[in-house]
């Protein structure tokens, strides 16, 4: 096929020259992920944060492009070149299922976005398994072995989901990029040109190290930094817990719902389906939302404008010996007249940066390492000091939400307000 070019702000350039990779991103499927944002909630906090899931999978895809061109012409002995294809197509479609506001809904409605882009790569009722069915009939199947990580060929795997892979490095310049911040910049041209396959798997070489080194520095600062951030945090609090009054009320209040929100009816009787799930997009969500504004619910509709018009919840840290301490804030919440059960949240955000492989924890990884010389295999904390700190370590904080309302209560709540101040106090 004629090349087709993608001007990306990340890559500059991203060629299409594969008529199934072509015919899979004009699907309905592909596109809807347009309407899917990236950062969920982050770009209430950075609001250059608003690229979408379609742009990152295009990146993802532009990575595995590079990666399995250069193998196959350099290292055919360790590569092969049979899974070119395959790997380009599984970093386009791994992020596939993702729904609106990703994490937050699939907590609330008990969806699992890596199930359903397995479902969309396999159902023959999506466009997407149409094609990929032509390239051969069990094609469907490798594609969706990949996300799951049961494809046989381990360099696959590893370079779409593993500690340092394609979607890793580009959600970090893409999200660093679109945010406007500096952490999560590093070399990327170094670290691909340090790549090597191994019948065994992926390895770097001892002249990338210090490349893998700063990625893996710009990672943990993106999260604390960007992915943490209080504030996003406090938006997919509120998000939660006005979907959470929005189930409670569904019940007794059908009517409403399904006339302003006819496409989750299904996800509140649970009885959803794929084809009810690729309805759903940031765009519906937020229009729901907007809607909820006007219920006869008071706490539906003032949880929805405090979302729509970005009215962000305090926080503050604690550690669990102060949980007795939440509870009094709590009750003093209460006295008030706000109920703790939408108005509070506790909310923990951790992250181990790095770790080497442990086959005895739930979720093993595989760690990184780095060639040496004598073409023995060194694994990075014990080349770099420096990550050597991070490994095995997480970092994170856990955070009590309330209305910032507490912290002006005046009159007649004004006793409530000195001993909340006093509680919050005692945390620090």
């Known amino acids: 096929m004629k090349e087709k070019i993608f001007r990306d702000p990340i890559h500059n350039q991203i060629v299409v020259d594969h008529p199934v990779v072509y015919d899979l991103i004009n699907t309905p499927e592909f596109q809807r992920l347009r309407r899917i944002k990236q950062l969920g909630t982050t770009g209430f906090t950075f609001h250059g944060g608003e690229h979408s899931r379609f742009s990152h999978c295009l990146g993802v895809y532009h990575l595995a492009r590079q990666v399995t061109r250069t193998f196959s012409e350099n290292y055919a002995e360790h590569w092969q070149a049979d899974d070119n294809l395959l790997t380009m197509v ?51 199947d490798k594609v969706a072995s990949v996300i799951n990580h049961t494809y046989p060929n381990k360099q696959v795997i590893q370079l779409i989901s593993s500690q340092i892979d394609c979607d890793r490095m580009d959600y970090l310049l893409r999200d660093s990029y679109m945010t406007g911040v500096q952490y999560g910049q590093f070399d990327l041209a170094r670290i691909l040109s340090s790549l090597r396959p191994l019948d065994s798997g992926l390895v770097f070489t001892k002249g990338g190290y210090h490349a893998v080194e700063d990625y893996l520095i710009s990672r943990y600062q993106m999260y604390m930094q960007v992915y943490f951030h209080p504030a996003s945090r406090a938006m997919e609090v509120l998000l939660k817990n006005l979907l959470k009054r929005a189930q409670v009320l569904y019940p007794t209040h059908q009517n409403f719902f399904r006339k302003e929100s006819p496409k989750l009816i299904p996800f509140f009787d649970k009885t959803y389906t794929l084809k009810d799930y690729l309805k759903l997009d940031d765009s519906i969500l937020n229009t729901y939302i907007q809607a909820w504004m006007d219920s006869t619910d008071p706490i539906l509709s003032d949880l929805s404008q405090r979302f729509i018009n970005r009215r962000v919840l305090k926080s503050v840290t604690f550690a669990e010996k102060d949980e007795p301490v939440i509870q009094q804030l709590r009750q003093e919440i209460a006295a008030i007249g706000f109920d703790p059960a939408y108005y509070t949240a506790i909310n923990s955000s951790f992250d ?8 005895e924890s739930n979720k093993p990884r595989t760690q990184i390492d780095i060639l040496q010389d004598d073409n023995s295999l060194l694994e990075l904390s014990q080349e770099s000091p420096l990550v050597a700190s991070l490994m095995g370590t997480v970092h994170g904080d856990r955070r009590f939400y309330f209305p910032k309302e507490m912290l002006f209560a005046e009159d007649l709540f004004a006793s409530h307000k000195e001993r909340f101040l006093q509680l919050l106090a005692s945390l620090n």
């Not at 181990?352 to 086959?359: S, V």
């Open 90 to 140: 599984a970093a386009l479609l791994h992020d596939l299922g993702h729904g609106p506001y990703s994490h937050t809904f699939e907590g609330l409605f008990a969806t699992d976005h890596e199930q359903f882009t397995q479902e969309i790569i396999t159902s023959p009722t999506t466009a997407i398994n149409q094609i990929l069915t032509k390239v051969a009939p069990d094609f469907p």
């Open 352 to 359: 181990l940066p790095y770790d080497i492989y442990r086959p």
